[in-house]
């Protein structure tokens, strides 16, 4: 249980952070970015993403074993898209900056090397 109440305030921080950014590049409306009167926060976003955490919690019916494998599936997930990017910037950038000087050259081909 505590292990989830700390996944939980990490979710709420990190998604108003992510949020926000999404917000400033025009997907979401601007009303979301809207500051709090008397705080300055983003209360709609953390609002929004209260809601979704508690509607998550009745979906499960407050099952602990539900919702621990729900969050290490989406760190699970997460690890794999982070992943998936760094191998997007990888293969597609052709920057000197993104190579390792000691990585290995096979037939064409530009092998990273473990110790990067």
Do not use: C
């Not at 900056?97 to 990585?103: L, R």
């Amino acid at each position: 249980m505590l292990i989830l109440s700390g996944a939980v305030n990490t979710a709420m921080i990190g998604a108003n952070g992510i949020l926000n950014r999404v917000a400033e590049d025009g997907v979401l409306l601007d009303w979301f970015r809207k500051p709090h009167k008397r705080y300055g926060t983003t209360s709609r976003m953390i609002n929004a993403v209260a809601l979704l955490q508690i509607a998550t919690i009745i979906g499960s019916r407050g099952n602990v074993y539900t919702l621990g494998e729900a969050y290490a599936f989406g760190v699970v997930w997460s690890f794999f898209m982070k992943s998936l990017g760094v191998l997007a910037l990888r293969f597609q950038r052709h920057d000197q900056e993104y190579k390792f000087p000691g990585n290995f050259h096979i037939g064409g081909r530009e092998i990273p090397s473990a110790s990067a």
